[in-house]
Structure formats: C-alpha cells, structure tokens
C-alpha cells in the first residue's frame, strides 16, 4: 500500500465488542477517512447498534461521523435471539456506555451506502461486519453499486473453520442469510474475511493491558468491554485452549484487510451461503471450477475468500494504530 493513499470506509456494524474494536481502528489509522457508520440488527437490536455506534463515535472523539439506521430485521427469515452471552445485553460487555448526544442520519443505511458511492465513485471500501441485510437492501435498490465501490470487505462465514453458531455457520451470515446469497449472486471487487483467518488473530489480556496503558482514546473503552467477550471465548470460543485469556478481533481484521490485503491469503470461487434447514448460513464455494451434479454455483461471478493471514502484520497494525 502506498504510504501517501487515504482509504475512505463505511462501516456497516451491529455494535458488538469486535465492531467496537474496528471502529477504534478506521478512527484512529491515519490512511482512513471513516465517512461513515451504518447500523444492523444482529449482536444487538438495530435501535440498539445505532445507539452503540452513536456513542463510540463520541467516546473517541468522532461525534461528528454519520451514522445511518438500517434493517431492523433479516429479509425473510424470523430473526435470530441476540447473542448476549457474548456480547452482553448492551452489546458492549455491560459497561454502561453514555447515553450518546448526537442522533442518527434522516437517511436510512442502504440510501446512505448509495448517496456516498455516488458521491465518491470508485473509491470506497465498504467494510460489513454484521448481517449482510443492508448490502442486500442497497443492491436491490441501485444494482449498479458494485461498480461504484472500490471494494467490499465482508467478515462472515467460514469454508475450512467449523462455525461459531452452528457446525458450519457464522453468526453474520445465520444473520440473514438469503442476504448474503443475494450479495454474492453479484460480481463485486468483495473478498471475504471470515472465521479461517479471524480465529487466528487473538487478542489476549495483556495487549489490552498495553492498549489501555499506550492509548489515552481507545484503551479504556476497549479493555473494559472486552471483559465479558474474553471470559467467553476463554471458556467457549476460539481463545479457550490458551493459557493467557483472549478474544478474537473479527472485525477489525476486515478492517485491516481493507487497507493490506497483501497480508491476506485468498482463494476464489463461485459462492453461495445455504439459505435454509439444518446447514442455514453455511458459506460454501466452488473452488475447483468443477460442473457439479447440482447446478446451484452456475451462472454466478467468483468471489475470494480468505484462508490465511500474516498473523503478527495484522495483530500489530492494529496496536499500533491505536497506540
């Protein structure tokens, strides 16, 4: 990446501790201009996320960012309980976060996503860490979006990892996921960062011991939500087999994609996420070209996913930035 190049990103984000931490990262890298948050139900209700995104944007001194409403709900499916088990029933660990002053945009977050790529054509990373509803939602409304984004970075699914809400699903795409076969039956500049590599990448208590020490806008807030989060991957989630308690940053990974995919190993393929039954949200790819007995992956451009990453460059990307 050239050193001079700014990156202008939306977030679409269902605050939740990892948007938090990616947040954090497109505030305070100094190669993003953040144009934007765009909220979706998922870790929490979509009244709740906008709350959440409105006030973290004020904790690190980025009241004046918009923040745009979206869906309340997944296209067609019954809406899934809210993980407050990871997340807490705030969302953010249960740390009280202030009642924020600032509200959100008149626009909803699809018009959001449109109005700015028309704005700024060709040059925004649109990174979604939630369900894929408002993509979905915006497509539907100006199919010629993808040509107007730079790239679209999505954390969600897994190929090779088990799930995190089910053997084979990842909670953003079991989120909605007739959305995210609706945004992948599309050609897009996407790649997808999902549980293959954000597993990989753990934040354990002594770097959020060093980012509370180092960084004065970003640590407090992050090591106190991350209480909740660590004690449940260190119990139950991808953390739990290491002596030092951690977490995943999923989010923030997809953040860091967007600005060094050269970190990034990929592999590409038509796509499609299963929309119902037992495998619901499951991601699966065509990787080999092949022309299978089932015609389900025919007629659909090829989307790159991840399978590795540069663990230490993307780790470090992250607290330095911050710090």
């Given at each position: 990446m050239n050193n001079s190049t700014v990156h202008k990103l939306i977030i679409d984000t269902d605050p939740g501790i990892d948007d938090a931490m990616a947040i954090a990262l497109a505030c305070a890298h100094p190669q993003i201009e953040l144009l934007g948050l765009t909220t979706v139900f998922g870790n929490v209700s979509v009244d709740l996320a906008t709350r959440n995104a409105l006030s973290i944007l004020e904790q690190f001194g980025f009241a004046d960012t918009p923040v745009a409403t979206g869906a309340a709900r997944p296209l067609v499916q019954k809406p899934l309980p809210h993980p407050d088990f990871v997340h807490g029933q705030d969302g953010m660990g249960n740390i009280e976060l202030p009642a924020p002053e600032g509200k959100a945009q008149a626009l909803d977050a699809a018009d959001f996503i449109i109005?700015?790529?028309n704005a700024h054509a060709g040059q925004i990373s649109?990174?979604?860490?939630?369900?894929?509803?408002?993509?979905?939602?915006?497509?539907?409304?100006?199919?010629?979006?993808?040509?107007?984004?730079?790239?679209l970075v999505v954390m969600g699914g897994?190929?090779?990892?088990?799930?995190?809400?089910?053997?084979?699903?990842?909670?953003?795409?079991?989120?909605?996921?007739?959305a995210a076969d609706k945004v992948f039956a599309v050609e897009w500049p996407a790649t997808i960062v999902g549980l293959d590599v954000t597993h990989k990448v753990l934040l354990f208590d002594s770097d959020m011991d060093e980012l509370q020490q180092r960084s004065a806008i970003y640590g407090d807030l992050l090591r106190r939500s991350s209480r909740f989060y660590i004690d449940f991957y260190s119990t139950t989630g991808a953390?739990?087999?290491?002596?030092?308690?951690?977490?995943?940053?999923?989010?923030?990974?997809?953040v860091v994609c967007a600005l060094h995919p050269e970190w990034f190993?990929?592999?590409?393929?038509?796509?499609?996420?299963?929309?119902?039954?037992?495998?619901?949200?499951?991601?699966?790819?065509?990787?080999?070209?092949?022309?299978?007995?089932?015609?389900?992956?025919?007629?659909?451009?090829?989307?790159?996913?991840?399978?590795?990453?540069?663990?230490?460059?993307?780790?470090?990307?992250?607290?330095?930035?911050?710090?």
């Amino acid at each position: 990446m050239n050193n001079s190049t700014v990156h202008k990103l939306i977030i679409d984000t269902d605050p939740g501790i990892d948007d938090a931490m990616a947040i954090a990262l497109a505030c305070a890298h100094p190669q993003i201009e953040l144009l934007g948050l765009t909220t979706v139900f998922g870790n929490v209700s979509v009244d709740l996320a906008t709350r959440n995104a409105l006030s973290i944007l004020e904790q690190f001194g980025f009241a004046d960012t918009p923040v745009a409403t979206g869906a309340a709900r997944p296209l067609v499916q019954k809406p899934l309980p809210h993980p407050d088990f990871v997340h807490g029933q705030d969302g953010m660990g249960n740390i009280e976060l202030p009642a924020p002053e600032g509200k959100a945009q008149a626009l909803d977050a699809a018009d959001f996503i449109i109005e700015q790529a028309n704005a700024h054509a060709g040059q925004i990373s649109l990174v979604a860490v939630g369900p894929l509803t408002n993509i979905a939602l915006a497509l539907q409304r100006d199919p010629q979006l993808p040509l107007k984004l730079e790239k679209l970075v999505v954390m969600g699914g897994a190929l090779d990892e088990p799930g995190n809400v089910s053997p084979v699903a990842e909670a953003n795409f079991l989120g909605d996921p007739h959305a995210a076969d609706k945004v992948f039956a599309v050609e897009w500049p996407a790649t997808i960062v999902g549980l293959d590599v954000t597993h990989k990448v753990l934040l354990f208590d002594s770097d959020m011991d060093e980012l509370q020490q180092r960084s004065a806008i970003y640590g407090d807030l992050l090591r106190r939500s991350s209480r909740f989060y660590i004690d449940f991957y260190s119990t139950t989630g991808a953390a739990r087999d290491y002596p030092e308690p951690g977490c995943a940053m999923h989010d923030a990974a997809a953040v860091v994609c967007a600005l060094h995919p050269e970190w990034f190993e990929t592999v590409s393929g038509v796509v499609r996420v299963v929309e119902d039954g037992v495998a619901a949200g499951q991601l699966t790819m065509n990787r080999r070209g092949y022309r299978y007995l089932l015609d389900h992956w025919e007629g659909r451009p090829a989307t790159s996913a991840c399978v590795d990453l540069q663990v230490d460059a993307v780790k470090s990307c992250f607290i330095n930035s911050l710090c």
